[in-house]
């Protein structure tokens, strides 16, 4: 496991799990709230990986340099922010133009039929 991640596993569970997961999912959020492309989840997640990684090399002296604990952490916040995003953007389509869209499930919306 330290070879894959770079960091023992109580210190993945601490900062990946609690930590930037929560704010993965709140960039996710915020992000649909301002009404930005879904892109910017792919740029902020990726500044959440470098964060974690740097958090951790600074507190648990975990690896600062491993590739694949950067690509994994990276791949688990991006895609914690795009569900967020996603939920969020549904929300707000459904809730915003009531008259116009209707939601389909969590993740989805649909034109209102008249």
């Known amino acids: 496991m330290d070879a894959l991640f770079g960091t023992s596993n109580p210190a993945l569970i ?7 997961c929560g704010a993965a999912i709140k960039t996710g959020h915020v992000i649909a709230d301002s009404w930005r492309p879904v892109w910017h989840n792919l740029m902020y997640g990726a500044l959440l990986g470098v964060a974690d990684r740097l958090l951790g090399f600074m507190l648990l002296r975990s690896e600062l340099l491993s590739v694949t604990g950067y690509l994994l952490d990276a791949a688990v916040l991006i895609a914690l922010a795009l569900v967020a995003y996603r939920a969020t953007q549904a ?9 116009l869209y209707e939601r389909t499930g969590p993740f989805g919306w649909r034109e209102r039929m008249h």
């Open 91 to 99: 929300h707000k389509m459904a809730s915003q133009y009531p008259w």
């Open 14 to 20: 601490v900062f990946v799990k609690l930590l930037w």
